[in-house]
């Protein structure tokens, strides 16, 4: 299965992975991969130590955020289906218009990252929710306009509670 990795901003790596082993860029990779947790990795290369924790997955939108040794970095993930339709020019990230936001689990508002009238892309960072100790950077579906926050900082909130009011 061959994907395509973007991070910060507009730098990408094609990686490829097959039962043998993992190219990277069309190169092959000496990567030794051990999973500790559920959401947690280390991985060798090349005589260094990775320690990878997955912070935040969004399987619809294919966008993730992990620590890498400390350091954050969102991905966004592009299948080979997806390249080949952004190639004919299908993409299906048009623009799509963002419902409201609300609570995918409970937990408690560490942060607010918008405010009323602001314009949003499909994949900014909107709020951030601690749930079960681990913060969840919660990003736009879609593109709109923040009409409404519902929320402050350190409120406590419900799943399925309405947090942001989009139009």
Do not use: C, W
Not at 118 to 123: D, L, N, P, S, Y
Not at 141 to 165: C, F, H, P, R
Request: hydrophobic fraction near 40%; avoid cysteine; glycine fraction near 6%.
């Amino acid at each position: 299965m061959r994907y395509k990795v973007f991070y910060k901003e507009d730098n990408a790596h094609e990686i490829e992975l097959d039962e043998q082993q993992i190219k990277i860029d069309g190169k092959a990779t000496d990567i030794d991969l051990v999973k500790l947790l559920d959401n947690k990795f280390h991985i060798l290369q090349n005589h260094k130590s990775y320690n990878i924790e997955v912070l935040h997955t969004d399987y619809n939108l294919k966008r993730f955020s992990i620590k890498v040794n400390n350091n954050i970095y969102d991905l966004n993930l592009q299948t080979e289906l997806d390249i080949l339709l952004e190639k004919m020019g299908m993409s299906s990230a048009g623009d799509e218009k963002m419902d409201n936001v609300k609570a995918p689990m409970p937990g408690l508002v560490l942060d607010v990252l918008v405010e009323i009238g602001q314009a949003v892309k499909k994949g900014d960072n909107l709020l951030i929710l601690e749930a079960m100790k681990m913060e969840n950077i919660i990003k736009a579906s879609g593109n709109g306009i923040v009409k409404s926050i519902k929320i402050n900082k350190k409120d406590a909130v419900e799943k399925g509670q309405l947090l942001i009011e989009m139009e």
